[in-house]
């Protein structure tokens, strides 16, 4: 798996644009909220957050498998387990949703400051849900990967599923910018850890009939 997960990051060394137009148009959208309203509240700071985290990230972690024709499906079936295969993906599509997380957040905090109160619980929820937001792009992106036009079917695909995780994680982000934590915000981690396990339960045992195809 290990050898998977490198060779995956060797094909980005070799076509960077994906990553540095993902962190580009976070920067430009990031710019332009600053520029339209220089002072705003933290739940708007938040919301604004994760509107753009998702939106840059969704084509860069999804292209795991689109850019996968069936000539190369087949090569791949050749060489490891479908369940290797899938999360070599997974966890190199996680490593990207991280560093992409990471400078969103850099991007936020020199424009527009840091409204965070409890940075342990809201770091703590942002990862799991960028975990669940990652395996839900990989296993759309391998979906999508199957059709014509893949690059337009992955982002209609996606949103409707990401969705119900990115509002619980949103509701717990808020709890975290109260200067008294809500005891309730563990309760919204937990179902966002929730979520997650059942999202990669489900990517597993739905990935071995779409590879078998």
Known sequence: MAVLVRAEFQLDLKKP???????????TMTLLAFLSQPQITAKIWNSLYWIILIFCTLQAVSKNFLGVNRARWIYFNQLAAPQAIL?????????TMV???LANL????F?????????????LNLTLVVAGVSSIFTLIGAIASKANQAGFLAPVLSLPVVLP??????????????????????????????????????????????WKD
Do not use: C, E, R
């Open 17 to 27: 644009a994906v990553l540095a137009s993902a962190i580009l148009q976070m920067a």
């Open 87 to 95: 999360w070599s993906k997974m966890i190199y599509g996680w490593g």
């Open 99 to 101: 560093l992409l997380t």
């Open 106 to 109: 850099l991007l936020f905090g």
């Open 111 to 123: 424009f527009m400051g840091f409204p965070i109160q409890h940075p342990a619980a809201y770091f």
């Open 165 to 210: 995780l990115i509002l619980v994680g949103m509701q717990a982000s808020n709890k975290t910018l109260n200067p008294v934590l809500v005891s309730s915000v563990y309760n919204d981690i937990a179902l966002v850890g929730a979520l997650d396990f059942l999202i990669v339960v489900l990517s597993v045992a739905l990935f071995q009939p779409l």
